[in-house]
């Protein structure tokens, strides 16, 4: 629980700002072809840069 002075909340959606679907560079997927059952699981994921802005976000907790 959040009572947990173990347990911390990483925010990163200051980092995805200016980065949202629709935008020039997301660091989402958008909406995959629905005849790909792989593929649609992944829509609204975030991408290798999305992925890199969640991994700083958490790291720097950790190294804090």
């Known amino acids: 629980t959040l009572e947990d002075p ?3 909340f990483a925010d990163p959606s ?3 700002v200016g980065h949202e679907l629709c935008t020039s ?3 989402f ?3 995959h072809e ?3 059952l792989v593929a649609v699981r992944a829509s609204f994921h975030p991408n290798v840069i999305g992925q890199s802005k969640y991994f700083i976000t958490i790291y ?3 190294i804090v």
Do not use: A, K
């Open 29 to 31: 997927t958008g909406v």
């Open 60 to 62: 720097s907790m950790l």
């Open 14 to 16: 200051s980092r995805f």
């Open 25 to 27: 560079v997301p660091y």
């Open 6 to 8: 173990n347990v911390r």
């Open 34 to 36: 629905v005849f790909d």
